[in-house]
Structures are given as C-alpha cells and as structure tokens.
C-alpha cells in the first residue's frame, strides 16, 4: 500500500524528445500535486488538481509542459521537446484536503530523476 | 524573489545535543507552516506542522516555534540522533490551492 508511487524512478533522454512521467497517489486522495526540485533547491509547485481537473497549473514554466489526470486518480505529467534545462527531479505529492487551502498536509512520492542529455 | 528562506544549507551537530533549523518567510498571509524531511532517494516525508494562530508545537523530540512579528520559524530537535541526518524542508501553505512553498532546505548531520 499505500504510498504515493511515480515511474519510472530514473528517466534518461535526449533533447528534443517527449516524456511521460506517471504518479499514483494514496488511494482517495482528491488532491494531486506536481514539484519540480533542481540541484540545491526545494521542490517548486508545478500543477495542481482536484480530482479531474487542473485546479491551478500556473506553476507551469511554459508550454512544453501539460498533466492529465482523466479519471481522478493516476496523473501523467508530459513534457514535449525537452531541454536540458528540465533535468530535475519530479515529485507528486497527494493529500486528503477536499478544497486545498488551508492545512494541508501533502504525502509524496519518491520522485522520477529525469536527466536530459 | 524567495518567499521562503532557509540561510543554512547545513548544520552539524552532536547526538545528544539540541538541533534547531531556522527558516524565514516574506508573506504574512500564510496561514500553515510544515516541516518535512528528506533522505537521499526519497520523497520528503512530513514532520511537524504549526497554524499561523498558534506559536507553538511540540510531537516528542520535534518542537516547531513560530514567531509571526518577526516572520520566523524555527524546528527544535531534542535530543538529536545520527538517524535524524537528513536535509530539513520548511514550508508554507500559501497558495490559494494549497500549494506548498518550501525553502531550499538545510542539510543535518548529526554525529555519534
């Protein structure tokens, strides 16, 4: 059970091509969260949703990154056209909050290290 | 523009001894703060958290003091363990959506 799980856990591609990145969160969490943690940095937000529905993506650095999440439970976080600049590491994070603000603590995932050559 | 501030990329301390891991933020509006905590390979994993009402929190070893005039918070250790080595994340809930904001982390190693 239980945790939040992503695959893969290390992704190598070259620039230019296209990933996917899969999160699973805790079985009825509503609330599913995307990070992105550089070298020597915390994790930044990246999109967030509540159940189906991409409730805030404005932590999106542009447009070559989109996230699904159909049916309200697995996300897929795509990004087109990779630049070397993506390589980071990737973590979901989920958490029972119906609405999202207030106290909300976040469960996460080990991450996906993506390294882009 | 970093709205959460952690100026201490490390910390080493002996076991037995009390850690206490500082953090900063900008915005008043925040109205949680959490600390997680984060192995090698591992996702961060939460810790201890404090309402901004309160300006205290205690769970066993870990105590989290939040002083809100001066926008600073801070995570007691006591006694530290070598198990407790770790990089510490502070965190605001700040977003409207409840996005998590996080400092860049401090770095702990707590010697035997």
């Known amino acids: 059970g239980a945790g939040v799980s992503q695959t893969p856990s290390n992704k190598v591609t070259e620039k230019g091509k296209y990933v996917e990145l899969r999160c699973d969160p805790i079985?009825?969490?509503?609330?599913l969260y995307w990070y992105r943690q550089s070298l020597g940095q915390g994790p930044e937000f990246l999109i967030y949703f509540q159940g189906t529905g991409a409730a805030d993506d404005s932590g999106l650095p542009n447009d070559r990154f989109f996230a699904v999440r159909p049916e309200g439970s697995v996300s897929t976080l795509k990004i087109q056209r990779t630049e070397r600049g993506d390589s980071a590491v990737y973590l979901c994070?989920?958490?029972?909050?119906?609405?999202?603000?207030?106290?909300?603590?976040?469960?996460f995932g080990p991450g996906t290290r993506l390294t882009v050559l | 523009d970093q709205q959460v501030k952690q100026n201490s990329p490390s910390l080493s301390v002996q076991e037995g001894r009390i850690s206490i891991l500082n953090c900063d933020y900008t915005?008043?509006?925040?109205?949680?703060f959490l600390w997680y905590k984060k192995y090698p390979a591992e996702g961060p994993t939460f810790l201890i958290s404090i309402s901004s009402i309160k300006d205290k929190n205690e769970d066993g070893r870990f105590t989290v003091f939040l002083n809100k005039s001066a926008k600073h918070l801070s995570l007691h250790i006591v006694p530290s363990q070598p198990g407790d080595s770790a990089v510490y994340f502070c965190a605001a809930n700040g977003g409207s959506q409840g996005n998590l904001i996080f400092g860049k982390g401090t770095k702990l190693s707590v010697k035997p």
């Open positions: 915005n008043s509006m925040f109205d949680y």
């Open positions: 994070a989920s958490s029972l909050n119906p609405s999202g603000a207030g106290y909300n603590e976040q469960f």
């Open positions: 079985s009825g969490h509503t609330a």
